[in-house]
């Protein structure tokens, strides 16, 4: 159960945030910032995070547990499996394009979900916060693309 009041739950938050790269930039007092635009939802083994063509809403945090993307129905070949620390759906904060793949719980797991309207929230209201996110996350997308370019592709 998730008690919003809890210190200890927030600072073991912000240490995983401060682990990724994404956040790296980011002064704790920004972090704190951050995570005050996200929530942390919890979901169990086999249950379906988003699905394949649906609208990208949201960028997820793997906080605890295991998540799989795969093509829809093909949860037995996963294209990636992601674990804590990982995150995904990330172009969602870009664009309102379909997914194109389906995230689903490998098992029992607890996510950290900022919604698109919260990240274009966070741009309007800490501008220099969000340009930093974006910042990383562009170099996140850079380096993705190099990687399918040198190796085709691969893992989320």
């Known amino acids: 159960m998730l008690h919003i009041f809890d210190n200890r739950n927030i600072a073991d938050r912000l240490r995983e945030l401060k682990k990724m790269s994404l956040f790296a930039d980011l002064k704790r007092r920004e972090l704190r910032v951050v995570d005050g635009?996200?929530?942390?939802?919890?979901?169990?083994?086999?249950?379906?995070?988003?699905?394949?063509?649906?609208?990208?809403?949201?960028?997820?945090?793997?906080?605890?547990?295991?998540?799989?993307?795969?093509?829809?129905?093909?949860?037995?070949?996963?294209?990636?499996?992601?674990?804590?620390?990982?995150?995904?759906?990330?172009?969602?904060?870009?664009?309102?394009?379909?997914?194109?793949?389906?995230?689903?719980?490998?098992?029992?797991?607890?996510?950290?979900?900022?919604?698109?309207?919260?990240?274009?929230?966070?741009?309007?209201s800490h501008g220099l916060i969000a340009s930093k996110i974006a910042m990383q996350l562009a170099r996140h997308l850079g380096a993705r693309l190099r990687a399918m370019a040198r190796n085709g592709p691969g893992p989320l």
Do not use: W
């Open 37 to 124: 635009f996200m929530h942390q939802r919890n979901y169990l083994g086999d249950e379906v995070i988003f699905d394949e063509g649906e609208q990208g809403e949201a960028f997820y945090i793997v906080l605890e547990g295991k998540v799989l993307i795969c093509r829809e129905g093909q949860a037995a070949t996963p294209i990636a499996t992601l674990e804590s620390g990982n995150f995904f759906g990330e172009l969602a904060l870009l664009d309102d394009a379909p997914r194109s793949a389906q995230a689903r719980a490998a098992e029992n797991c607890t996510l950290l979900v900022l919604f698109r309207g919260e990240f274009l929230g966070l741009m309007q």
